[in-house]
């Protein structure tokens, strides 16, 4: 596309791409030429005037970062004329810094103190008083000290060209120009700790680290964040043990450097004060510390008398998606051949699974699409509009897609398109925005089909007469005028987004929770499958599906048998396990009488289920937590874990990417990594085997030895993911007979006071433990519930009154907050904090994959009375 | 010739001179020996004996807790733990500083990396104990240290006071933080 220049830079020839700037190609040809407002993310703005360079025939020296290289130029980075120009610059800037460096927690990697090494002239022409702004409060997570800005307003780009946020900008004028808040309020943005970053100099640090490192002490760990499927690279950054900062290297991991709040403020669960450290057992009503042979010799000789007695199939094991694949593929090896039992579950039942499972069937594989292909795609059809706070980085890479490269974005959601001040929303850029009803979902895939292949240019192709009139059976159940009353979508809004989507030449589909973890998520998901296939947008370089993950090891799990549908390396499993909640059914009628958990928490996420009359059953409960969760407090054997930061192994992100996790910090007390612990029952359990039985090694020296048995265990490597194979699959699955269960249609809502409620993600938290966090908890710390401002001038609630919500007979008490991104007629209750407000969803289950289903449900509103 | 060798060897004659010397040092040279408990040597200018922490004229301590002694000590005896102080928001200072007088070489290398003048060489030498324990000093024993051999203290620079007023009206406003709740 681009084609190459040749330019002298200091007498070294040299050979660019065209349009690259200068300051770039100086840095190939090995000269570092001093800048402050330039930074690769981010378009030019050349303000500094520090990267002044001489360009013959040119007569005034060119600021390098906004000069694109061109052909035959001959630059000068160091000659008199440079040095002085950039003398003057920097004498202006240090005129006015103030010199607090041995105070300034920025001080040793500050892009001002570096470059004034090089460049400052010894003596300082002014003799004026220094600028003093008056210290402002910018809130609990971000320090402001505006004396030290250098105003290059990097950090009001950045907020602005990537995060999409604008929470930044630049008050008043001349010298006294600072960055802030407009009307100097406090900062309520999406903290994702960017500006933070990108600073040059200590005017932007982070609170919560504030003072307590110096840049040369911290031991640097590049790992990989735990709190989404989006595997960021994370570097934590630790003194004696302790995890005092993190950061991500600009352009490093599927991330590119880019964090989110909770990759950036979230560390504070690692050393939190209530972690485990030592395993625990239970005598009676009381807990017992105990060693660590101790623990495991009679959580063994339980689960062996258990065995002996009831048989193998009488075990069953969940594992979190949070483990690492080594940890994954150990677990089930100890349930499957360890044991002996099919029972292995994780926590993708929760959602995730269906994702896996539905595109495995059609397509083979689930790596259909990476961040690069999201990132350079035209079209984008998202069904995730809470992707900027479940997945902000790779929400991050759609709006680069939107915003840089100018692509289509069609959202399928049930979010208005506005947003709330401050923070981004993929509504808000989308060009078709298909603002549909809570739970429409599966009739708004339909309609897209519909629209599809009603559209005759757009329809043709070589699909197989069988697999097009399957489909086209499915969706002709609706008219148009049926899907326009169930989804609130007109048709020509349909074929509009149907014909976009259709007529990509690279088109990327993205589904998050709201598909795979609400009703009917395992059609919907071969639906949208369907749609993929005959808009031609899968199979093509370019072009895939993308399923968004909530757990960070989610796709790892199922890939490495972390279910009873696979073993490991999706082969196809044998016998019938029980999934998580055909588990707890199987306890509640005696079938099972020992529980392996590994992380997972069953009396919080399936609340509405007698889980703890079935857990109360059991002989043996072994729980394996970091915390001493509700779970953990009613088990027999409890077994302290480490958390990411403190072991060594693999995460497989959702794109399919393995990453390796690394050991920041050694663990807290006697905890133990998972591996060891399934390494130490492995051995006990095989010692005590009876002769006969063949025993299976768990003697490992690490994580790679297990790594190394996984390569040479899995058939064939990992499945293949070429666009050719892909096709294949297709080609076959075309062929065969596909029975989809017929859309559901949502009722309508009967009076005002009714609202449809759903539970989910908040950007400022993940699952259980950010909320240990206290740098996430200070942004979010108690359940409220979002309420749209008109329904709460309805009803006559003011922001933070407390509402009652109401379902059958049960009722939760809530603070509300409005929020302009919710519909009006629908609340959104985030997950972490309140057990109560999930036991007034129902819970439904997939009739495929089992998954459950309990974060959507119809609640009455009413106003707290004050007796 | 001979003879003189003779009647020396005869007459112990290299003794007697040895022994002239020897009565010379007893009964007529002042003696050398210092009564080093009872009596001290001046110390010549510069000195370099245990590094101590200087205060203010207002008592208040100089150290902001930079760790740049730290990262100068050639024989890491120094830990700087950097924190906020819990009187006054937003201030820097050294929540713990400890020096380990044991494996200190006295090159006196943290003084002159020190930003704002905190850490002095002291003439104090007297470091013999027979609990290896207590030569490891933390920071309110180099500043009672540096009360003893420093009483003329530096004035406070205005730039400070200026910022001082600023924390004290910062505190007076509040500012809570992510971190108070982290160590509470």
Redesign the interface.
Known sequence: MAGFVHLTIDGQGIEVESGTPLIEAAKQAGAEIAHFCYHPKLKPDANCRMCLVEIEKMPKLQTSCSTPAAEGMVVHTASNRVKQAQEGVMSFLLGNHPLDCPECDQGGECQLQDFAHQHSPTLSPFSEEKRVFDKEYFGPLIEKEMNRCVSCLRCVRYCDEVLDVNALGSIDRGTMTQIGGFAHHELDCEFCGGCIQICPVGALTSRLSMYDYRPWQVKKTETICNYCGDGCELTLESINNTVVRTSSKLGTGRNTGDLCVRGFFGYGAIGHKDRLTRPMIRRGNHRLQITWKGAVESAVAALKKIVETHGPGSVGGVISAHCTNEEIYLFQKLLRQGIGTPHVDSSTRYGYVNAITGLHKVFGTTRLARYEDVVGADVLLVFAGEMTETNPIAALKVKEAVRKHNATLIAVDAYTKQSDPFRSHLPRLAKYHLQILQGAESLAIVGLTKALLENPVLSEGDFSPLFLEQVTKSVALFSFEEIHAATGISQEAFSQAAAAYAGATRGVLIFGRAITGSEEGYINVVRLAHLAILAKQVGRPGTGILALASENNAYGAIAMGGLPEYLPGFSPANGAGYTLPGMLDACERGEIKALYLVGENPLRSLPQKNVQAALSKLDLLICQDLFLSETAAIAHVVFPAVSFAEKEGRFTNQEGEVQRVRKAVEPVGNAKTDLEIFSMMGAAIASSSAAGVPAVSFDYANSEAVWREIMATVPDGFHTDSAEAVSQHVAVYAQQAIELAPPVVISKRRNPDEFDLQVGQALFHSGRMSTYASGLTTLLSSAIVLMHPSDSDRMGVEEGEQVTLRAGSGTVCLPVKTSLKVQPGTLFVPEHFSLDVKRLLPLAFDPTTGVPYSTRGRVTVSKQKIS | MNLVKWSKWVFFSEIVKGLGVTVKHLFFAKPVTEQYPHQKRTLPEGYRGVIVHLRYDDLTEKC?????C??ACPSHCITVV???DPHMP?R?IAKEYILDVTKCVFCGFCVQAC??DALASSPEYEMATGNKRSLIMDKEAMLALGDRYFPVRQKRPKYLD?RLA?FK??QR?G?????Q??QA
């Open positions: 902001v807790g930079c760790s740049l730290e990262a950097s924190g906020e937003q820097r930003p704002v200026e600023l009206k910062m406003i500012f809570p933080t992510a971190k709740e982290q």
